[in-house]
């Protein structure tokens, strides 16, 4: 058992990110639109909120490397596009609002607005093959995991199950789906619906009788909590 564990910790890394923010400047708000792993490196995305002539507020949008480098991105965006941002490895920008689906090009034109009344988007990630894949909690509670074609919009349920509203949180990564609740981390196989332990929390420091967050899983097998 004990080598079992030590298995587990060396092969995934638990850490701390201390997230250092851009300096807001005056008569100028920042907002963080979204934050990925992409190609082994963690990519944020930025939006500062700027007024036109007719004092109509509108977002320049800006990406953050890991190496603190940056690079504008899009002028003029509507500000109603104000979270959950994913950039493919084309260079593309797609946005989850609820149930919305919106695809931003290269050039920050709007491809497609694509609406699903069923669910709500939550998360958007490449797998080991890649492909593109969204997760999304339908109104029967359940969480759906959805190939997505990026070119029209269209999704191709891969499976699903229950979700417990605020007692547990999802992330896609490369293999599947991991699934982080009070007693630890799971690998969950959609086609099975097996759930396997990766790592139990009463082996660490962290006291879980606050409810974390959010977790993310990176390419390289780190988990942030």
């Given amino acids: 058992m004990e080598d079992s564990a030590r298995?587990?910790?060396?092969f995934f890394v638990i850490e701390e990110i201390e997230q250092e923010l851009p300096t807001p400047e005056i008569n100028r708000d920042w907002r963080c639109l979204?934050?990925?792993?992409?190609?082994?490196?963690?990519?944020?995305?930025?939006g500062q909120s700027v007024k036109n002539?007719?004092?109509?507020?509108f977002y320049d949008v800006y990406l953050y490397h890991e190496d603190g480098t940056a690079e504008f991105l899009y002028g003029g965006i509507n500000t109603k596009y104000r979270s959950d941002w994913y950039r493919d490895d084309e260079g593309n920008c797609f946005v989850l609002l609820g149930g919305n689906l919106i695809k931003l090009d290269k050039e920050g034109k709007e491809a497609y607005n694509r609406v699903y009344d069923d669910r709500s988007f939550t998360n958007l990630y490449r797998d080991k093959k890649g492909k593109w894949m969204l997760i999304g909690q339908m109104e029967s509670g359940n969480v759906v995991v959805s190939e997505l074609n990026r070119e029209t919009g269209d999704i191709t349920d891969k499976g699903s199950f229950p979700y417990e509203k605020g007692a547990l949180y999802?992330?896609?990564?490369?293999?599947?789906i991991f699934l982080l609740d009070k007693e630890g981390l799971w690998n969950l196989d959609l086609e099975t619906g097996i759930k396997e332990a990766v790592m139990g929390f009463q082996e660490l420091a962290y006291n879980f009788n606050l409810s974390p967050v959010s977790f993310r899983v990176t390419e390289?097998?780190?988990?942030?909590l």
Avoid at 7 to 10: G, S, T
Avoid at 34 to 46: F, H, N, R, S
């Fill in 7 to 10: 298995k587990i910790r060396d």
């Fill in 34 to 46: 979204g934050m990925q792993y992409l190609d082994g490196e963690v990519l944020q995305i930025w």
């Fill in 53 to 57: 002539e007719q004092l109509r507020a």
């Fill in 220 to 224: 390289e097998k780190q988990i942030n």
């Fill in 170 to 176: 999802v992330a896609g990564q490369e293999d599947g």
